[in-house]
């Protein structure tokens, strides 16, 4: 079964033909079958691969398959290969699942749309280049993957593209990521040069075995270009202005590519390259305070927007930044866990806000909601489960993996209080925020238009399922990963350590033992930290509720006080309301001086210096010409003499020379 | 009596002036066949020169080149000839100042 692993994204790919080249001719119908059974089928095939991974022993819990050699020269060789491990089966079925639920719920959603085609090709070519990357043996194909999914992104945020702010999105998607990648490229480079190939598993072995392979700075340096590239992909300070933007694109687009799958690939990453972070002691700090800094800068945007599906992106953002902070302090699996869950209940609350659109006949503003709980129950249930879980609010998903992130925070070596404290502090500006959506959007007196009203209905059945299916996710799938102190068996990092740490303390090196010390003191350690990791727990599930407070209260109870608040801190809500005018800063600091830049260059050099010299000779051969053509006379004899005249000066310069 | 060998150098100054004639006709003269006429002039002082000196030479290779250009002259009037009949056919003249097209 393992040997078939090629078969998880193929089927998305030839899903991705079909469409595409067959689409328009088969219609609708088939489409709408083929899109999402491709995923399905790919689905099924990494469950099985799954079942028979955990039947093998840990130690044999990885499995390559080389399908070609790629690229041979000289001494460099990349293969199309795929490998599986616990970390990419985690991926795989991640994405598989995440992704057939959404394009089961697409097929509704973009029932009356004249691109129902284009759309489902470019969701399976998503789903293609998704699973190279996460699938992928080596750093190459990993990046053929990660610029996939970039141009699948881009094509998906300017699906309609007509609109002038969707088209844009993309290409600011596009031209952000593009930074990122410029970055991971050259930490590829880097790689590739140090250690003379990209082969994660011959890489990161040699590196395990023979640590001092090398000096720390140029690890430090890999792994910072590597985490740029995450930045940017990841939507993490200061390369995160992309992604808000991206919501332009269709609501399930927003969902499994700007929420569920896409958005994590930098977190996959740096977990990936875990042997090298924990070698770059300098790079871990660096990922963590990013991520805790993203996390608690998109918090507090979440705060004043009234577009449902700008919080949710700011949320995402802030999300990852989590993530972030988990691998940054050296806890991979938690990170991880982080992903997993999140792709869960962040996916189901982009598939609720599209439900909610779906009623509102396309609303996205929050202040023409309102008193939608009666009116669509189950998008209702859904929404506010996923809310629950997002809130780390226990026994919900989202608890059990941000507790494991902010309990390493202050507890690995890698750690410190003031990650855990901010984190802890974003977490509440999460369950506020969140909650803010929720009361905004289901409680009160219905704010939209008499219109509109009229119109309110429950999205059809084949929406409510894929959403119910995640709310049950939402709620369950953070019990794979329940701490020791908890009376769990936190399953999940066991399953994922024998790739992100946690090897045999005997034989790992400084980092990996470090690692090895901060998993025995957060798990069967002593009584003292596990006294403290329940105090802590405590104290955040307690932040979260008083967010949820204070949300009610603003929201629900006393309607007038946001605005009352916004008018005594007016500079401050302006600054907020307008995203740290970051947006704005970027355009005066990059775009328009960049333009600038290329301005000059069009005029001064392109126009000036390579234009001019060019024409300057074509002037200067064309004015030699026009006196030289006057020879051409056209009449023979005037040739005939010429040739004469030659021959007689030649005879005189010979008899001349003959005689002296 | 016997006929005095004419000295070779008067072969060659008749040669000379053969070759001049020819040159100045085909420069100065404006009718096509007149100008085909002085450069087999042209060809005929150059033959006469070969032959001279093959005669004085004790050598055959100067008969031999004559032979050549005696060829490929009847080659070149074949060609000429007909070049100018097709000239004439379509501009209804041979003289070589109105066949100017060859110019800027």
Redesign the interface.
């Known amino acids: 079964m393992l040997d078939l692993v090629w078969l998880i994204p193929l089927f998305p790919a030839i899903g991705f033909l079909i469409n595409g080249l067959l689409g328009k001719r088969l219609g609708k119908g088939a489409v709408s079958v083929v899109g999402p059974s491709a995923i399905g089928l790919s689905f099924l095939t990494a469950v099985l691969i799954f079942f028979e991974l955990i039947g093998r022993t840990p130690a044999e819990r990885i499995f390559e398959k080389e399908i070609f050699a790629w690229v041979v020269s000289g001494s460099f060789k990349t293969v199309i290969g795929y490998q599986i491990d616990p970390l990419s089966m985690v991926m795989a079925l991640v994405v598989t699942g995440v992704s057939f639920l959404i394009h089961i719920y697409s097929v509704g959603y973009m029932h009356d749309d004249p691109g129902f085609t284009r759309y489902f090709t470019y969701l399976n070519l998503f789903v293609f280049m998704m699973l190279n990357l996460v699938l992928a043996n080596n750093f190459l194909l990993m990046f053929v993957g990660w610029e996939g999914v970039g141009l699948c992104s881009y094509l998906l945020i300017g699906f309609w593209y007509e609109k002038d702010s969707a088209s844009n999105a993309g290409k600011k998607a596009f031209v952000v990521n593009r930074v990122g990648d410029f970055g991971f490229l050259l930490g590829i480079f880097l790689l590739f040069v140090h250690f003379g190939t990209l082969d994660f598993t011959d890489l990161f072995g040699a590196l395990q075995k023979n640590p001092q392979m090398i000096s720390v700075e140029t690890a430090t340096a890999i792994t910072i270009l590597l985490f740029v590239g995450a930045c940017g992909k990841s939507a993490q300070l200061p390369l995160y202005v992309w992604l808000p933007d991206a919501m332009e694109g269709p609501t399930p687009v927003s969902s499994l590519i700007h929420a569920a799958t896409m958005v994590t690939a930098g977190v996959y990453m740096v977990a990936r390259c875990n042997v090298l972070y924990t070698l770059a002691p300098l790079s871990m700090a660096v990922v963590a305070t990013v991520g805790v800094a993203t996390a608690i800068f998109a918090a507090s945007i979440g705060f004043c927007q009234n577009d449902i599906k700008k919080v949710l992106a700011y949320s995402t953002i802030s999300q990852l930044g989590y993530m972030f902070v988990g691998v940054g302090v050296g806890a991979f699996s938690a990170g991880i866990f982080h992903l997993m869950t999140h792709a869960f209940f962040k996916g189901l609350l982009f598939l609720g806000a599209g439900s909610i659109m779906h009623a509102l006949s396309g609303e996205l503003d929050m202040r023409k909601m309102g008193g939608l709980r009666k009116k669509t129950p189950v998008t209702f249930w859904t929404f506010f489960f996923a809310t629950l879980a997002i809130a780390g609010i226990p026994p919900f998903s989202g608890f059990f993996s941000k507790d494991e992130i902010l309990w390493q925070a202050f507890s690995s070596p890698h750690g410190h209080f003031l990650l855990w404290l901010v984190g802890a502090v974003a977490a509440g500006m999460t369950a506020f925020y969140m909650f803010r959506a929720v009361f905004m959007t289901f409680w009160g007196e219905c704010r939209a238009d008499e219109e509109v009203k009229h119109h309110i209905h429950e999205s059809p059945r084949i929406m409510t399922i894929p959403l119910t299916i995640l709310m049950v996710l939402s709620i369950i799938g953070g019990w794979v990963g329940i701490p020791h102190v908890l009376g769990g068996g936190n399953h999940f990092h066991e399953f994922l350590a024998p790739v992100v740490g946690g090897a045999e303390p005997g034989k790992a090196h400084a980092g990996i033992s470090l690692l090895a010390q901060a998993w025995a003191s957060s798990g069967e350690g002593a009584g003292h930290s596990a006294a403290l990791e329940i105090l802590l727990m405590v104290v955040s599930v307690a932040i979260a509720l008083i967010g949820i407070g204070i949300a009610y209260l603003f929201y629900v109870k006393r309607p007038e006080l946001p605005a009352r608040l916004a008018e005594r801190r007016r500079g401050l809500y302006r600054l907020v309301l307008n995203k740290y005018y970051v947006d704005e800063i970027y355009q005066v600091l990059f775009v328009d001086s960049l333009k600038r830049l290329g301005t000059g260059l069009w005029r001064g050099f392109d126009e000036f210096v390579i234009d001019g010299t060019v024409n300057g000779i074509a002037y200067f051969l064309g004015w030699i010409s026009s006196v030289l ?2 020879v ?6 005037n040739y ?2 010429s040739i ?1 005249a030659g021959g007689v000066v030649l005879a005189v310069y010979y008899l001349l020379r003959s005689l002296f | 009596m016997t006929i005095p060998e004419v000295p070779p150098v008067l072969y060659l100054v008749l040669s000379g002036i053969l070759f001049t004639i020819g040159v100045i006709g085909a420069l100065t003269r404006r009718n096509a066949l007149v100008v085909f006429m002085c450069i087999e002039l042209m060809l005929n002082a150059v033959n006469l020169t070969f032959i001279t000196f093959s005669r004085f030479l004790q050598s055959l290779d100067g008969v031999l080149f004559a032979f050549f250009v005696m060829a490929v002259a009847a080659a070149e009037a074949a060609v000429g000839l007909a070049i100018f009949v097709l000239v004439y056919r379509s501009r209804g003249t041979i003289n070589v100042d109105e066949v100017n097209l060859l110019k800027w």
């Open positions: 053509r006057r051409q006379t056209g009449l023979v004899q005939a003499f004469l």
